[in-house]
């Protein structure tokens, strides 16, 4: 028996198999998944754990990606193939863990010994980037620098200075010499003057004579090691080529392809480091070349979140998306794969419920799993609907948004002055608003604020990170309203707007450290996300009065 296969410990016979396999980057587990996650858990806690801590327990490091795959095997029988993404510990090869597409830390392998190669190319540029003969040519010429400015600009004074006693000696002698006297000696002040000029030009001329020389003394070294540089450039791009090249993966038909011509296929881009190497990819390749047939799929985060994402221990998460769309895309051809839930129309038999109607402005009450605006491949929306409903309303209709899975209160401005003005308090922050939500576990505190700046994930759109030097500000006040032994109810009053804030902003450890109930980005999916916009307040883009508007949640 393949040591690699682990069998089920649990009984999994009453359970029926999936009937489409699982679409990776938008899935909630199949009963078997969760079934194999919960034993490679176990089995990470005794094997793994104490080796590597994971970050908990205040211990050192951060968790880990994890994936199971369902399979069967040749006799038919039902088991499950783990995988971590990256390395584990600096290893690629663990005990119970489908190997790496491709080995990088072997030390007889290519990989190795090119880094090795590079690296003698990087020992000898620094050897004479510091070598002591480049440093004394570098002080050398700046001594240089400034010797020649201290001598240029000292005879530079004296010739001003003259120049102010030729002129006090032309009106000194003014009267007292004949006309031919002062012709010759104005003769004589022009040639001082002139002395001054073919000095000054002189001197300039030796120093940069000396400067020259100096540094074409010094530009032997820096040419020396602008070719070593573009020889490390040149061979770290065939390595990382070659590399590249070495992680092939196969699809359920047989057909196999290199990673640099699955992305060069798909986005016409090279690979972005680490592709490849993420748990979903080791696991279906390991499959298709041990003949095993692929059943569902599932992926967890073990341990400590790292400081700038959302990953909480033992939950579910999809693939990335920009190392692993590509990849997998590929290799999931021949399969019978679930729908994109993502394309759904979830809001096809759903109803825009306006509660307030004029000239300038609608109030619409959105309902969850629905668009604020078009997507990629769903038109349906709230700005679709308006539209239809509305033909002759001007402007961009949406001065604001929501997330698809929130629902609640949003503005419409019918014309083009309405949505200036309502856009404009936007940005001032005039308007108020306020969501509830609940929160999948207890909060001590009763209320706080959280400033948390926050960017896109660039390479798994749309999540959102917590990043301190690029992010943009992101504020927010909370307060409880009631809570029970698993959830607890508040109230959110974001001053900033930034997308998931909310979201974010209650998941982050560095937040409230306790996702919103249905979250399935930062928390656990369920039946839908558990925030509403209910209440908000703002200035009449005509009359300017105060005007307030709410609608309960639904929840």
């Known amino acids: 028996?393949?040591?690699?296969?682990?069998?089920?410990?649990?009984?999994?016979?009453?359970?029926?198999?999936?009937?489409?396999?699982?679409?990776?980057?938008?899935?909630?587990?199949?009963?078997?998944?969760?079934?194999?996650?919960?034993?490679?858990?176990?089995?990470?806690?005794?094997?793994?754990?104490?080796?590597?801590?994971?970050?908990?327990?205040?211990?050192?490091?951060?968790?880990?990606?994890?994936?199971?795959?369902?399979?069967?095997?040749?006799?038919?029988?039902?088991?499950?193939?783990?995988?971590?993404?990256?390395?584990?510990?600096?290893?690629?090869?663990?005990?119970?863990?489908?190997?790496?597409?491709?080995?990088?830390?072997?030390?007889?392998?290519?990989?190795?010994?090119?880094?090795?190669?590079?690296?003698?190319?990087?020992?000898?540029?620094?050897?004479?980037?510091?070598?002591?003969?480049?440093?004394?040519?570098?002080?050398?010429?700046?001594?240089?620098?400034?010797?020649?400015?201290?001598?240029?600009?000292?005879?530079?004074?004296?010739?001003?200075?003259?120049?102010?006693?030729?002129?006090?000696?032309?009106?000194?002698?003014?009267?007292?010499?004949?006309?031919?006297?002062?012709?010759?000696?104005?003769?004589?002040?022009?040639?001082?003057?002139?002395?001054?000029?073919?000095?000054?030009?002189?001197?300039?001329?030796?120093?940069?004579?000396?400067?020259?020389?100096?540094?074409?003394?010094?530009?032997?070294?820096?040419?020396?090691?602008?070719?070593?540089?573009?020889?490390?450039?040149?061979?770290?791009?065939?390595?990382?080529?070659?590399?590249?090249?070495?992680?092939?993966?196969?699809?359920?038909?047989?057909?196999?392809?290199?990673?640099?011509?699955?992305?060069?296929?798909?986005?016409?881009?090279?690979?972005?480091?680490?592709?490849?190497?993420?748990?979903?990819?080791?696991?279906?390749?390991?499959?298709?070349q041990n003949q095993y047939t692929p059943v569902a799929m599932a992926e967890f985060w073990y341990g400590k979140s790292p400081n700038s994402e959302i990953r909480k221990h033992k939950i579910v998460y999809p693939s990335c998306r920009s190392k692993c769309l590509p990849i997998l895309s590929h290799m999931l051809q021949g399969l019978d794969v679930e729908e994109n839930r993502m394309l759904i129309r979830l809001a096809e038999n759903k109803e825009l419920e306006i509660i307030y109607e004029d000239e300038d402005l609608l109030i619409i009450n959105k309902p969850h799993h629905f668009l604020s605006v078009p997507g990629g491949q769903i038109q349906d929306s709230v700005y679709q609907r308006v539209k239809e409903i509305y033909p002759l309303a001007s402007g961009p209709l949406i001065v604001h948004r929501l997330d698809m899975s929130t629902s609640g209160l949003l503005i419409i401005a019918l014309n083009k002055q309405a949505h200036y003005h309502i856009q404009r308090q936007f940005e001032s922050k005039t308007i108020q608003k306020r969501y509830v939500a609940v929160l999948d576990g207890k909060l001590e505190e009763n209320s706080g604020e959280i400033n948390l700046p926050i960017r896109v994930d660039l390479d798994d759109r749309p999540r959102q990170l917590v990043d301190y030097e690029y992010g943009k500000p992101a504020h927010t006040f909370w307060e409880k309203i009631s809570e029970t032994e698993t959830e607890t109810r508040v109230y959110f009053y974001p001053i900033s707007g930034r997308t998931h804030q909310l979201r974010v902003h209650s998941s982050h450890p560095s937040g409230l450290n306790i996702p919103i109930k249905g979250d399935d980005l930062y928390g656990i999916r369920s039946d839908r996300m558990y925030l509403h916009a209910e209440r908000i307040e703002f200035n009449h883009p005509t009359t300017n009065e105060r005007i307030i508007f709410e609608k309960a949640a639904g929840f």
């Open 1 to 288: 028996m393949d040591p690699i296969f682990h069998q089920f410990k649990a009984d999994i016979s009453p359970i029926d198999l999936p009937e489409k396999f699982t679409f990776p980057f938008n899935y909630i587990p199949h009963p078997l998944s969760n079934i194999a996650m919960a034993e490679l858990q176990e089995f990470i806690k005794v094997n793994v754990e104490p080796t590597y801590s994971f970050g908990m327990n205040n211990s050192d490091g951060f968790g880990k990606m994890f994936g199971v795959l369902v399979v069967k095997n040749l006799e038919n029988e039902l088991g499950f193939l783990a995988a971590f993404s990256g390395k584990l510990f600096d290893r690629n090869e663990w005990n119970g863990f489908v190997p790496p597409v491709y080995d990088m830390l072997t030390e007889e392998g290519f990989y190795k010994k090119g880094e090795i190669e590079i690296h003698k190319v990087t020992n000898a540029i620094e050897a004479i980037d510091g070598s002591s003969e480049l440093q004394n040519l570098k002080n050398e010429l700046s001594i240089l620098l400034r010797d020649s400015i201290e001598e240029i600009e000292s005879l530079k004074t004296l010739k001003s200075e003259a120049k102010i006693r030729r002129l006090h000696l032309r009106q000194e002698n003014q009267a007292i010499l004949s006309a031919e006297d002062l012709i010759a000696f104005e003769k004589t002040l022009d040639n001082e003057s002139q002395h001054f000029h073919y000095e000054i030009k002189r001197l300039r001329t030796t120093w940069k004579q000396k400067i020259e020389t100096k540094q074409i003394e010094i530009n032997r070294f820096l040419d020396q090691i602008q070719t070593l540089k573009q020889k490390r450039k040149s061979m770290s791009k065939a390595l990382q080529d070659r590399l590249f090249d070495s992680y092939v993966f196969s699809d359920a038909n047989g057909l196999r392809k290199s990673l640099l011509e699955i992305f060069q296929l798909s986005n016409g881009d090279i690979p972005p480091s680490g592709a490849g190497e993420c748990a979903a990819p080791k696991l279906l390749e390991f499959a298709f």
